[in-house]
């Protein structure tokens, strides 16, 4: 039943690439040929890895944690996003509004996914210069969003609620970070919920950032309606409630 699910959810974001197409990469009528597949090659591979990662991303969260159904979507996600997050870095410098703030959301979500994937795909002990190098993305992505706020940056509405979140969202993760260097391992729980909260927070940035920073793609029909805030939400409702669990059945399992 969830096969079906992420084949459906994969058809539909992908049924949005032509009108994803006519809003962003635009070229001059006179550009050349290579130009113009060049951008068409990064349009295409940006969406179509951002709609598998989404569709890859909700299956994760809504599958049982550990099992394979959970293990196969949270491999196809970590490659999809990768690859969405890498392309909106190197392209989001040259967009004609929002630049700093689609840079440094690219940045800050492929540092989430990769340190949450590191949290459980690696041994508790191998943490070393990953958890430096986050440590650095995280204070250089809030910080330049801090500055971004504080120096009153001209951005579109959309723009401005992509600056707090990246504030909000890297400070966050560099405390986390001071957190490991300073004790000097994570094991148990920690490592579980640093796994989920870092996952989920970084497909909410791709998540937030279709369904409202790319609002126009959508059909009218589902704007302002569960069916634009429930997906783009759903990663933020799931911390708390997949949270609960991992406590709540640790205490459950756990011997008298």
Known sequence: MRGHLLFISVLAMLALLPSASAETLQLAEDAPVWK???????????????????????LAILSPKGRPVHRAAGKVFLISMAVCYVIAAVVA?????????????????????????????????AFGWPVWASLCASLGCA??????????????VSGADGLRFVLVSGALAALGDAHVILSGSMTG???????????CMSLFIAAGSFFFG???VLPQAIIDTPLQYVPALLPLVAIPIWAG????????????
């Open 143 to 156: 910080g330049a969003a801090g500055y971004a706020i504080a120096a009153g940056l001209n951005v579109t």
């Open 36 to 58: 113009r597949a060049g951008a068409a090659l990064l349009l295409y591979g940006h969406v179509g890895a951002g709609a598998i990662g989404l569709a890859s991303g909700a």
């Open 245 to 256: 669990l991992v406590f709540f059945r640790r205490r459950r399992t756990a011997p008298a």
């Open 189 to 199: 729980k920690a490592r579980i919920l640093r796994h989920l909260w870092r996952m």
């Open 93 to 125: 410098p040259f967009l004609t509004q929002d630049r700093l703030v689609n840079t440094i959301a690219a940045l800050m979500a492929l540092n989430l996914l990769a340190t949450g994937w590191l949290a459980v795909g690696r041994p508790a002990a």
């Open 214 to 216: 790319q609002a126009q």
